[in-house]
C-alpha cells in the first residue's frame, strides 16, 4: 500500500473544502432569506457571489496539481452547517434570529480560513507558487468577511438592546 | 424577563462547555499520537488551557445564576471524526503531524469564532465581568492558533534547509 504523502494530504483537503464550497453555496441563499436586518441579507448575498469565484479558483487549483475537481464528503462542515440549521429553526421569528445566523455564518468562515491557511501553507511547502496565490486570495476574502460579519454582530447586538430598552 | 437572545447566549455557552469538557478528554490521545516534542508540548499546553476554559465557563454560569450544562456540539463531533479518520490513514510520521496541526487549527477556529461571538453578546447580556472571562479564553485560543500555524510554517523552512 503506498504511503500517505503531504501530496496526498494537500489533495484530501482540497476535495474537503471544495466539497464545503458547494454546500456553502446552497446555505447562503437560505440564510439570507432567513435574514431580518437588509445589511446581513446583502452581506449573504454578496458571500454567495464570492464563494462562487472561490469555487472557480478551487477548479484551477486541482487543475494545477492534476486532479480531477471532485468533492469529499466533510464531517466537520457538516457539523457546522447543521449546527447553523438548528439554530435557524430554534430562533425563527425572533429578534435574536439575525445574531443566531451571524454566529453561525461566522463559524462556517472560521472553518474556511483554517482550511485555506493550511493549503496555503502545503501549498509553500510543495512548491506549487501559482496555488499558493490562489489560496492566499481566497483566505483573505474569508477574513474580510469574517471582519464584516463581526461588525454586523455589534450592531445588531445594540439594535437589540436599544429595542428592548424602549 | 428572559429575551430569546439571553436563551442563544446561554445555548452557546453550553455549546462550547462541551467542545471544551470533550477536549480535556481527547487531547491527550491526540497528543500520543503527535511526533515531533514541539507538536506534542503544543497539544499538552492547550490541554492544561482548556481546563482552565472548563472552570471559566463554569464561574460564568454561577455568576447567572445557571447550571453549568452542555450541549453536545455537532460541529466539534464532525472534526474530531475527521481527525480519526484522516490520521489513522497515514504511518509516515511528518505528514501526520501535518495533518494533526491542520486539525487542531480547525477546532481553535471553531472555538474562536464561539468565544468571539460570546464576548460580542456578552457585554450587553452578561455583563463587563462576563466579557472579560470570554476575552481571556479568546485570546488564549488566538494564541494557540499562532503557535500551530508558526509549528507548521517551521516544518517548510527546516525542509527549504535540508
Redesign the interface.
Known amino acids: 500500500m503506498a504511503e500517505k504523502t503531504l501530496q496526498d494530504l494537500f489533495h484530501d483537503t482540497l476535495k474537503d473544502i471544495y466539497y464545503a464550497e458547494r454546500k456553502i453555496l446552497t446555505a447562503l441563499p437560505k440564510m439570507a432569506k432567513a435574514a431580518q436586518d437588509p445589511k446581513l441579507k446583502a452581506a449573504f448575498e454578496t458571500h454567495r457571489d464570492q464563494t462562487e469565484g472561490q469555487v472557480e479558483r478551487l477548479v484551477e487549483v486541482f487543475g494545477i496539481i492534476d486532479a480531477k475537481p471532485v468533492g469529499k464528503t466533510c464531517p466537520g462542515i457538516d457539523g457546522i452547517l447543521e449546527e447553523g440549521t438548528e439554530v435557524m429553526k430554534e430562533f425563527k421569528d425572533s429578534m435574536a434570529l439575525d445574531s443566531a445566523l451571524i454566529a453561525a455564518a461566522q463559524a462556517v468562515e472560521h472553518y474556511e480560513i483554517s482550511r485555506y491557511g493550511t493549503l496555503r501553507t502545503w501549498a509553500e511547502e510543495l512548491e506549487l507558487t501559482q496555488a499558493v496565490a490562489l489560496l492566499g486570495e481566497t483566505l483573505d476574502e474569508e477574513e474580510a468577511t469574517d471582519e464584516a460579519l463581526s461588525m454586523l454582530a455589534e450592531s445588531s447586538i445594540n439594535g437589540q438592546a436599544n429595542v428592548a430598552a424602549e | 424577563m428572559i429575551?430569546?437572545?439571553d436563551?442563544?447566549f446561554v445555548?452557546?455557552l453550553q455549546?462550547v462547555l462541551y467542545v471544551e469538557r470533550t477536549l480535556v478528554k481527547r487531547l491527550p490521545k491526540m497528543a500520543a499520537v503527535a511526533s515531533s516534542s514541539e507538536l506534542k508540548d503544543a497539544i499538552l499546553g492547550h490541554l492544561r488551557e482548556s481546563e482552565i476554559h472548563v472552570e471559566r465557563l463554569e464561574t460564568i454560569f454561577d455568576m447567572m445564576g445557571k447550571p453549568a450544562s452542555a450541549k453536545k456540539?455537532?460541529?466539534?463531533?464532525?472534526?474530531l471524526?475527521?481527525a480519526v479518520s484522516?490520521t489513522g490513514?497515514?504511518?509516515?510520521e511528518?505528514?501526520r503531524d501535518?495533518?494533526i496541526?491542520?486539525l487542531c487549527?480547525?477546532i481553535?477556529?471553531?472555538e474562536?469564532?464561539?468565544y468571539?461571538?460570546l464576548a460580542?453578546?456578552a457585554?450587553?447580556l452578561g455583563g463587563r465581568e462576563i466579557r472579560l472571562l470570554l476575552e481571556e479564553t479568546l485570546e488564549e485560543e488566538k494564541e494557540a492558533?499562532q503557535k500551530l500555524?508558526a509549528l507548521?510554517?517551521g516544518?517548510?523552512n527546516q525542509?527549504a534547509a535540508a
Open positions: 429575551s430569546k437572545l436563551d442563544l445555548d452557546t455549546d456540539c455537532e460541529a466539534l463531533e464532525g472534526l471524526k475527521e484522516v490513514d497515514i504511518s509516515e511528518e505528514t501535518a495533518a496541526i491542520a487549527q480547525a481553535e477556529h471553531y474562536i469564532a464561539r468571539g461571538t460580542c453578546w457585554e450587553e492558533d500555524s507548521a510554517e516544518r517548510i525542509r
